[in-house]
């Protein structure tokens, strides 16, 4: 069974920080490019950090630059996506997704959702006192 299972999501404080780790089964990841999207009540879902294939080329949006690394262990079938000094703002379901066959770069894959093969089912990050 193809399965993306995210982990990590709790509640932390303003200026605290999180991991959240994508795992695989039923497939391999080396094969995919990941994007790590997130959506908050009432908003629009938002791409946030994308890793690629192979090279792991990483891209981030200018939301999360410099506060968000994305990485993948391949080896382990699981990408992270560690979050420092975290906001308000970045509260919402955290959700991993996969694409394989990937051409161009992050920016594209982080705006078109509808290029993914899997997705998780969501982790719930809440950033506050």
């Known amino acids: 069974q193809v399965q993306l299972r995210e982990s990590g999501g709790g509640l932390v404080q303003p200026g605290g920080s999180l991991t959240l780790s994508c795992v695989a089964s039923g497939f391999t990841l080396d094969d995919y490019g990941i994007g790590w999207f997130r959506q908050a009540p009432g908003r629009q879902r938002e791409g946030v950090s994308y890793?690629?294939?192979?090279?792991?080329?990483?891209y981030h949006s200018d939301s999360v630059k410099g506060r968000f690394t994305i990485s993948r262990d391949d080896a382990k079938n699981t990408v992270y996506l560690q979050m420092n000094h975290l906001k308000p703002e970045d509260t919402g379901v955290y959700y991993c997704?996969?694409?394989?066959?990937?051409?161009?770069?992050?920016?594209?894959?982080?705006?078109?959702?509808?290029?993914?093969?899997?997705w998780g089912q969501g982790t719930q990050v809440t950033v506050g006192s």
């Open positions: 997704a996969a694409v394989k066959g990937t051409y161009y770069g992050g920016s594209y894959y982080l705006r078109r959702s509808s290029e993914y093969d899997y």
């Open positions: 890793i690629s294939e192979r090279d792991a080329n990483t």
